[in-house]
């Protein structure tokens, strides 16, 4: 059997179905530890099936350390190794980033990561951005062969493409039921030859000939991770009757192809524009689909097929916001419905200083503050006014010439003063826009738009001549909390 091959990067080619490494975590549960031997040895059926791409992340339980040992004792071709680093909000060093690069390196028994994916927790908080850069230090040193990205929106994939940091895919959540990143994120990946890896594409076996015709599953009924997690997803989008819809159809095209439903389903996301590949999970060792997975190679849908399955997706309600926002804000579609089994806390981005007069500072610590008297922000009773605010973290320049990446990344920063003093982005009254050039004010006020639709706070645009001249964009923002 021929599998499907595609170059996610020079030198880097990789199977379009990847093999994915999150249920370790779940067969890890209550203190339990996977034998590594045994189960890596689980992991040669796929590779000798084609399928030689491996998914993984540092906190996939022993993930990383079962595909080390699959690589060394086990694999007899090649294989590739994706993993994640996904370090826990606050400040990060370069030795941190080094650390957690080396210890991956160690886990998989290699001497450099072919992808290593990066997760942000909050935007707000700019210093995600000294972990890309730290890792960009990394893959020049050749820790690492490529840097890809995972569960990124677009507007803050734009801030990374735009700052010249150098990823070559994006993995985000992409399935029949949550089709946000066929809109803009697609076309921002085309623009930029950034290819698309897709997670959830069965929506944790959901999509599948399983359920079928069956009855809803509650409670204690849903047994994996997975499923609880993918579960929210179709409650989120118009619930189980919506999804029995959909199933039928997709058994109908299944039937006529003598393929499966999860092939069909499959099938479409790979046929999607800027998708390199799905990734679909194995509980090595415990059950496997290898034979029905590599008949989806076979698989070629008609136009009648996809016109039959996007008339079958227009009865669903669409996953609300961008690619990665269900880590982000509510609804918090994951397993728990929040995030308490990824973090114990959100730090605030700046720290603050509180004042004899009732005002409390936030401050960012940079030179200018101090040089020129001012705040990052400053709150006083349920007021907070953020200062004019440029798109640099610390002394570097974000956003290159691109003034939606910019503006994005401004509102990043005026959002994370705010969060420090006990805000919310949703609490702005008012925003003032100074702009360098005036053919720039349709992407600015677009972007704009983006991050305050909803809100609408009172606004000004002018053009001014601004200091510094990569800047632009300044703007600043006022307030009102509890109100």
């Known amino acids: 059997m021929t599998t499907e091959r595609i170059d996610l990067a020079p030198g880097l080619n990789i199977s379009r179905v990847v093999t994915g490494l999150w249920q370790i975590a779940d067969l890890e549960r209550d203190g339990k530890t996977l034998d590594a031997r045994t189960t890596a040895a689980a992991m040669s059926a796929y590779a000798e099936a084609g399928l030689t791409s491996f998914d993984m992340a540092d906190h996939y339980g022993s993930a990383e350390v079962i595909a080390g040992t699959f690589r060394k004792e086990f694999a007899k071709t090649p294989a590739q190794f994706f993993t994640k680093w996904v370090p826990t909000p606050g400040p990060i060093s370069r030795n941190d980033v080094r650390h957690a690069v080396q210890l991956a390196l160690t886990r998989l028994q290699t001497e450099q990561i072919d992808l290593m994916q990066f997760h942000a927790w909050n935007y707000a908080d700019s210093r995600w951005l000294d972990c890309l850069f730290f890792l960009t230090e990394l893959k020049k040193e050749g820790l690492i062969g490529h840097l890809g990205l995972t569960n990124f929106d677009t507007a803050h994939l734009r801030i990374v493409l735009a700052s010249g940091i150098p990823v070559v895919a994006n993995q985000v959540c992409y399935s029949l039921l949550d089709q946000r990143a066929s809109g803009a994120m697609k076309d921002l990946c085309l623009e930029n030859e950034v290819q698309l890896l897709a997670f959830g594409t069965l929506a944790g076996g959901f999509l599948s000939n399983r359920w079928l015709n069956k ?51 499959s099938r479409f996301i790979l046929d999607q524009p800027a998708v390199a590949a799905v990734i679909i999970g194995a509980r090595l060792g415990t059950s496997q689909h290898i034979e029905d997975t590599t008949s989806l190679f076979r698989l070629s849908l008609h136009p009648h097929d996809h016109a039959k399955i996007r008339e ?38 700046y720290p603050t200083l509180e004042g004899s007069d009732g005002q409390t500072k936030a401050l960012s610590g940079t030179v200018w503050e101090d040089l020129a008297g001012f705040s990052r922000a400053v709150r006083k009773g349920n007021r907070i006014l953020v200062s004019g ?45 100074y702009i360098r050039n005036i053919n720039d004010w349709e992407p600015i006020a677009r972007a704009h738009g983006e991050r305050f639709k909803g809100i609408q706070p009172a606004n000004t645009m002018v053009k001014a001549e601004l200091i510094g001249s990569n800047y632009l964009l300044e703007m600043e923002a006022e307030a009102e909390v509890n109100r």
């Open 215 to 265: 009855p809803e599953p509650m409670g204690n009924a849903l047994k994996t991770w997975s499923e609880m997690k993918y579960k929210r997803f179709i409650d989120t989008s118009g619930g189980w009757s919506q999804l029995q819809g959909v199933l039928a159809v997709l058994n109908e095209i299944a039937v006529s192809h003598k393929t499966s439903i999860a092939n069909v389903a």
């Open 312 to 349: 079958a997706l227009s009865t669903l309600t669409p996953i609300p916001g961008d690619c990665g926002d269900e880590y982000r804000r509510p609804p918090f579609l994951t397993a728990s419905g929040d995030l308490s089994h990824h973090l114990e806390s959100m730090p605030a981005p």
């Open 389 to 433: 605010t440029t798109a640099t973290h610390g002394m570097i320049d974000i956003g290159g010439q691109d003034p939606a990446a910019q503006t994005h990344f401004i509102i990043d920063k005026i959002e994370g003063a705010i969060q420090s003093l006990g805000g919310t982005l949703d609490n702005v009254v008012r925003t003032r826009i």
